[in-house]
């Protein structure tokens, strides 16, 4: 996958001192580097019978509606707070200092649907954890978190334990 590495803006101190910010705008950008990124986030999924494709904000629009094409499947944003029009479901999860809150509408996902969570990037694993969390509050089984980019040493797998969690790349 040195291919989608090589398309990978590495932007140092940002957003803040000390941080290293895997920019996937670059890849984004690029037809080919873009094709193969869906491509690849979408085969291990290819026959799992996926029934609705969520992606969290932000990136993880971009991404899961390109898989969710690809599998030939809806699509539901998972979105901060306020930002749904509708009536919504919360789940609170915590930050290094803090908390902050995802929310997905009522209707975004039925019992018993079979759903794909997607994000550009595992980290902390906390707003994937907290996603989860809101699928399944709703009823629906989650086969899977895809996620492009995982951050190895910041653990986000922990925080998924019981999860199928597929990243195409690892840093």
């Known amino acids: 996958m040195q291919?989608?590495?090589q398309r990978i803006r590495h932007?140092?101190?940002?957003p803040k001192p000390g941080i290293l910010?895997?920019?996937?705008t670059t890849l984004l950008q690029d037809g080919e580097g873009f094709r193969l990124a869906v491509d690849e986030m979408s085969a291990p999924y290819r026959d799992a019978g996926v029934d609705m494709v969520v992606g969290?904000?932000?990136?993880?629009?971009i991404f899961g509606s390109a898989i969710a094409d690809r599998l030939r499947t809806g699509f539901a944003p998972?979105?901060?707070?306020?930002?749904?029009?509708s009536t919504t479901r919360r789940a609170s999860y915590a930050l290094e200092y803090g908390t902050d809150?995802?929310?997905?509408?009522?209707?975004?996902?039925?019992?018993?649907?079979r759903v794909l969570i997607v994000d550009?990037?595992?980290?902390?694993?906390?707003?994937?954890?907290?996603?989860v969390r809101l699928v399944r509050e709703l009823g629906a089984d989650v086969l899977g978190v895809q996620v492009l980019i995982e951050l190895v040493g910041l653990k986000g797998r922990d925080r998924l334990k019981d999860e199928?969690?597929?990243a195409v790349l690892q840093y």
């Open 3 to 5: 291919a989608l590495k």
């Open 11 to 14: 932007v140092p101190d940002f």
């Open 21 to 24: 910010f895997y920019d996937v």
């Open 56 to 61: 969290i904000e932000s990136r993880g629009f």
């Open 78 to 85: 998972v979105r901060k707070p306020g930002k749904l029009p």
């Open 101 to 113: 809150a995802l929310e997905i509408h009522d209707d975004a996902v039925k019992p018993g649907q």
């Open 120 to 131: 550009d990037l595992l980290a902390t694993g906390g707003t994937a954890a907290a996603t």
């Open 164 to 166: 199928r969690v597929e």
